[in-house]
């Protein structure tokens, strides 16, 4: 791995990594932040930072890991938090940047200060800003994705533009946003932040949860909706989010939220984000996690014969088309059974007649046969749907062309062979 190019390029500022530890307590102290140092990232976003004293209290307990919940949740890695930013007050906060700053430089990491503040003060946004800077950090997050933000944002989008042409005229280190997951329009508050002369976008931040102990009959944990990580389950909606920001404009994107392996990170990277950020993983996993990443990648460079990141950024995003544009390129558009394209052919080598097939088809094309040992398959009912496919713990279905039985449709891997037009 010595050859390879690690190194990306965001907003000007070179990381010698394209992982960062997203904004969270994990880089809270000195102690911590030297600890995470050690790992191969190219940058360290700080917990939240605030002015007003309501917005930093912090109810206890108030981390709440799902593992009660059944294995989904267990194995996914999910929490219900009620973390609010950080506690201390501005003035001591302001004494510890240029000692963290210190810190990240001496390992050429980049610190990306996150901060919030009322929406409607745009004054004080532009204040700490310029504070920040003269403190060390090397680039900003505002953090637009506390429910308080997200309320005005949605009601004003013209307030979060507000916000960032002043924060950008007053200071010269890059300026991002922290996104919720829940804000539209996406689409038009995307150029809106372009124009404003906004340089990152860091999509997401967790959307709102709340879960109920039914033994109990009490909510779970607190009785309040908070922060909801939903783990690896997150990951396909914000990659989608992130598809959409990237096709409306040219801003830079940190990609966040269920990066948990390599390839999770990889997946963001591919749609063209510049950073991945990890975050929850390191409470579940500890900062060996992000050593685990960054070999992953490493080694998959080397599988694929990339000697640098920049090589495969963004090489999927071209591919993502509106499911309307699949709409209209679809050849069979109104075909109903008996006359669907595709149909399940089953590899007997492989099956060994579990059934899961037979019971997840609601269309009753599939059947298990004992005294055939074998699945039936009554390809006058098939849709061409492919759930059978995926489903199949084994590998041992296979949706072919109906006409050409040689002609692999869906294998439960890639892309489906219909779509590459």
């Not at 500890?286 to 640098?308: C, T």
């Amino acid at each position: 791995m010595n050859d390879l190019n690690t190194s990306v390029q965001m907003a000007g500022v070179t990381f010698k990594t394209p992982i960062l530890v997203s904004s969270s307590e994990c880089a809270s102290s000195q102690p911590l932040l030297e600890q995470l140092i050690q790992s191969p990232i190219g940058g360290i976003v700080t917990k939240t930072f605030t002015t007003r004293p309501e917005h930093r209290i912090r109810v206890r307990p108030y981390q709440f890991p799902l593992n009660a919940f059944g294995k989904a949740y267990r194995e996914g890695k999910c929490l219900y938090s009620l973390a609010a930013p950080h506690v201390e007050e501005m003035d001591r906060v302001m004494e510890q940047i240029p000692h963290m700053a210190d810190i990240c430089r001496h390992s050429s990491v980049k610190l990306i200060v996150s901060y919030f503040e009322d929406p409607s003060e745009v004054s004080l946004w532009v204040t700490r800003a310029k504070a920040f800077e003269a403190a060390g950090a090397d680039l900003l997050e505002l953090n637009f994705s506390s429910p308080s933000a997200v309320k005005v944002f949605a009601r004003d989008p013209g307030a979060s533009s507000q916000v960032i042409a002043r924060v950008k005229e007053s200071v010269s280190i890059p300026v991002g946003l922290k996104l919720s997951p829940t804000l539209e329009p996406l689409e038009a508050s995307a150029a809106s932040w372009s124009n404003a002369g906004l340089d990152f976008v860091t999509a997401h931040n967790a959307p709102g949860g709340i879960l109920i102990d039914v033994e109990q009959e009490v909510p779970f944990g607190a009785p309040a909706i908070g922060g909801f990580v939903m783990g690896r389950a997150f990951l396909p909606y914000s990659l989608a989010r992130v598809v959409r920001l990237k096709k409306a404009s040219d801003l830079s994107i940190i990609g966040v939220g269920g990066i948990y392996e390599a390839t999770d990170a990889l997946q963001y990277l591919l749609c063209g984000c510049s950073l991945v950020g990890v975050g929850s993983a390191l409470y579940f996993q500890g900062p060996r996690v992000l050593d685990d990443i960054y070999d992953g990648i490493g080694l998959w460079m080397e599988r694929k014969g990339h000697a640098a990141v920049n090589e495969f950024t963004g090489k999927v995003l071209p591919l993502i088309k509106e499911s309307v544009g699949l709409r209209s390129d679809e050849t069979y558009p109104f075909t109903m059974p008996p006359e669907c394209p595709y149909v399940p052919v089953i590899d007997e080598g492989k099956c060994n007649l579990c059934g899961a097939c037979q019971r997840s088809c609601i269309y009753g094309a599939l059947e298990v046969s004992k005294k055939d040992s074998r699945v039936l398959v009554e390809e006058d009912r098939c849709w061409s749907c492919g759930f059978c496919v995926g489903l199949c713990p084994l590998g041992a279905v296979q949706l072919r062309d109906r006409r050409d039985r040689n002609k692999v449709i869906w294998k439960n891997e890639g892309m489906a062979a219909s779509f590459k037009r």
